[in-house]
């Protein structure tokens, strides 16, 4: 009797997850993001690419840590060859360092705009485009509103979208999907070497829907992304919530 | 096709001018005149002075005595030129090809424009009334031949329409002056007594080439359509150019919509049969003040898909000033390129930026923000960071070398370096802290230096010698010192980015 019961309410919660537009994942097609054990986190255990993603990073420091971890999603995300389009005010992205992270530069346009609403205009008429790969948008701030509209646009068009928000101060909520801050961390270079190492970050998973929020540290090396650290108890948090 | 001309003559091209911009000159004889050996010789005198017997060619001073109240002006060289620059970019409503017949002349290929205004008599008495409306004494005939047009214009005396095929009965009558001769040529014709064309038309030609030379005989052949006769159209003719005239004037922006829709409808229908893409596209509307408005689009790529480039135009209805009405609309697209139909197909879903969807989200972007918002990075062969990038030329180009990954770049680069201060210890060390807005970083772990050198041959200044660095928190930053080691009056150090 009670197992027949959670098996109606695990199909239950199945369908709601698909009309959310998170999908299983495709047989065979295991860790799409390269993330790893950070893809448990997420509804089905596979990182959302339909989805948008919103970053959180005031200091310039933070905004580089989040721009290389997005390249190295993005790396992933372009591996069939898609394009991607930056979208911003007052860009510093350097194309150069992006090949470090496995992404061809050339096949980012990087769209910079004067005025805010312009950026998100422009990342809305983007997100509906099927035939991108991801749009990465740098605002300072996003309202619930807005974001709503990046999230239905993208429902339709299975493109992933990034934001990165400068201004963090009042933290309105969103519709995205997931909420994350990536902070650096100090490299570790084996045997005490001197130099600076590969670039290690503070992985914040703040908010996910249905998913369950943690932190880990990762380091990106060789073309892929390194976990550090074994998470603290995020399995069990995981287990409990499909539980009850 | 059977060719239609038609000629305008203007017959007082310069005091017509005078006397629309000055209209108290209109009842008073007047000239104008240059100065010449000493005289001064009159250009042009306008209506009331020519019914007094005063000529173009005669002394300013021989006409002041014959009419004593005569207002000389001075000629203006090359205005009359202008003025039928001018008037010509404003007959373009009737047709498309026009071009300057020097000195006080239009000539106009009016093949296959008539119809438009219910035939050729009703077309000529559009373009007379609206010029004489202007102000412009004119007069204008329609023949198959330029020789023709220009002589019925001038001297003919029943109709402006020569019907197809009734040049060469039209041109009997008319004196031989009408033929554009020389002045010698008509002074020798005219002691000879030949004083119609129908005179000396049957003569054979060996006498009339002995006799009044080569020229009497090409302009006689170019009036008859023996010859043909080239003209230099004032607008180049535009290879794909759609044109839409309005039988009433638009002024509401829908009203724009349709006329847009119809140009893309049958400019498309062309491009697609001669497997050929627009790159841009420019719609001009000839307003019914005379003003041009114009707007323009650029594709990232070929296309002929007019809903598309309907999209595009569409961002820029509202830049359109309609004012009292357009009255014709043109399409141009002056770029064209090859498309091949099926890899369209191909590419339809195909990602990247080979993708259809992609380029026509570009155009769209462009359209409202502009082409120079959008940026596409390749790899230069500059060690200098801030010229390591080039901008693409277009969507197609690919990289000519590869990225470099050998040497640690920064993920954010600041557009400009910003100072800081440091305290190195030895000289090329990296420095132990570094102070930057305000806030003090201690330096863990450092990588370098690695040394830049100015590019001489571009720009002069210090080389740069940089620094990977990583503080205490782990944030990694691009620092460099300008130029060598400064010993104890310090040096500049600067941050250049931040490391992912």
């Known amino acids: ?159 992933t979208g990034f934001i990165l928000r400068g201004v963090t101060r009042k933290l309105s909520t969103t519709a995205c999907v997931a909420r994350w801050k990536i902070t650096p961390l100090p490299s570790e270079l084996e045997a005490d070497m001197p130099g600076v190492g590969h670039p290690r970050w503070n992985v914040e998973l703040l908010k996910v829907r249905n998913g369950s929020p943690g932190v880990w540290k990762m380091e990106w090396a060789a073309g892929q992304f390194n976990m550090i650290a074994e998470p603290v108890a995020e399995e069990m948090l995981h287990e409990e919530r499909w539980a009850g | 096709m059977q060719k239609r001309f038609v000629t305008i003559w203007f017959r007082h091209l310069l005091t017509d001018w005078m006397t629309i911009r000055q209209s108290d000159l209109k009842d008073i004889p007047f000239v104008f005149a240059v100065p010449d050996h000493g005289r001064l010789i009159i250009t042009a005198a306008n209506t009331p002075a020519e019914a007094q017997g005063i000529t173009a060619g005669m002394v300013a001073a021989d006409a002041k005595a014959i009419v004593p109240g005569l207002k000389v002006i001075d000629d203006i060289p090359g205005q009359n030129l202008k003025l ?149 159209p004032l607008l180049p003719v535009q290879p794909y150019e759609e044109r839409l005239p309005c039988l009433e004037p638009i002024c509401t922006a829908v009203g724009i919509e349709i006329a847009i829709q119809r140009l893309l409808e049958t400019l498309c229908k062309r491009l697609q049969q001669e497997g050929k893409g627009l790159r841009t596209a420019i719609l001009k509307g000839y307003r019914v003040d005379g003003k041009l408005e114009q707007v323009q689009i650029g594709t990232n790529r070929a296309t002929y898909n007019s809903s598309h480039l309907f999209k595009l135009f569409e961002l820029q209805i509202a830049k359109i000033e309609p004012a009292l009405g357009i009255e014709l609309f043109t399409l141009t697209a002056p770029k064209v390129e090859d498309v091949s139909p099926l890899q369209e197909a191909l590419w339809a879903g195909k990602p990247g930026l080979d993708d259809l969807g992609v380029a026509e989200l570009l155009d769209r972007l462009a359209g409202k923000i502009g082409q120079g918002a959008i940026h596409r990075y390749l790899p230069d062969e500059h060690y200098w960071p801030e010229r390591s990038v080039k901008v693409a030329g277009s969507i197609r180009e690919r990289p000519s070398i590869d990225w470099r990954t050998d040497k640690p770049r920064p993920v954010q680069l600041l557009n400009k370096p910003e100072p800081i201060e440091v305290s190195a210890p030895i000289p090329d060390y990296p420095p132990m802290l570094f102070i930057y807005k305000g806030k003090r970083h201690q330096i863990k772990k450092a990588d370098g230096p690695e040394r830049i050198e100015r590019e001489w041959w571009l720009d002069a200044g210090q080389h740069r010698d940089y620094y990977n660095v990583e503080d205490e928190e782990g944030q990694r930053y691009w620092l460099f010192r300008s130029g060598h080691y400064g010993g104890s009056q310090g040096n500049q150090w600067f941050i250049h980015g931040f490391f992912a």
């Open chain 2, 84 to 232: 039928l620059k001018a008037l010509g970019l404003w007959c373009i409503r009737y047709s498309p090809i026009i071009a300057i017949d020097q000195p006080d002349g239009l000539i106009m290929d009016v093949s296959g424009c008539t119809h438009l205004w219910g035939g050729e008599r009703g077309y000529i008495k559009e373009v007379v009334n609206r010029l004489r409306g202007k102000g412009y004494d004119v007069r204008a005939a329609i023949a198959d031949t330029i020789g023709t047009a220009w002589a019925i214009a001038r001297f003919g005396q029943v109709t402006p329409v020569i019907e197809p095929g009734g040049h060469t009965n039209a041109l009997l009558p008319l004196p031989p002056a009408g033929l554009r001769l020389e002045p010698v040529v008509l002074e020798r014709l005219h002691k000879l007594g030949l004083i119609t064309i129908r005179s000396f038309i049957s003569m054979p030609r060996s006498v009339l080439r002995r006799r009044f030379g080569e020229g009497l005989l090409l302009r006689l052949a170019q009036a008859l359509g023996q010859e043909d006769e080239v003209i230099i």
């Open chain 1, 1 to 159: 009797m009670v197992d027949a019961k959670k098996d109606i309410i695990s199909q239950l919660q199945k369908d709601i997850l698909l009309w959310e537009g998170f999908k299983p994942p495709p047989p065979g097609a295991a860790g799409l993001a390269g993330l790893g054990p950070v893809e448990g986190a997420f509804p089905n255990g596979v990182f959302p690419a339909g989805a948008v993603h919103e970053f959180l990073s005031t200091e310039p420091e933070h905004a580089a840590a989040a721009g290389g971890f997005i390249n190295g999603l993005l790396s992933a995300l372009m591996q069939q060859g898609g394009a991607c389009l930056w979208i911003s005010q007052s860009r510093t992205l350097f194309p150069p360092a992006l090949k470090t992270f496995g992404v061809e530069p050339d096949r980012i346009i990087f769209i910079d705009l004067k005025k805010e609403k312009d950026v998100l205009w422009a990342t809305e008429e983007a997100l509906k485009c099927e035939g991108l790969a991801a749009v990465v948008a740098e605002v300072r701030e996003i309202s619930f509103t807005e974001s709503r509209r990046l999230q239905l646009a993208v429902e339709q068009s299975r493109v």
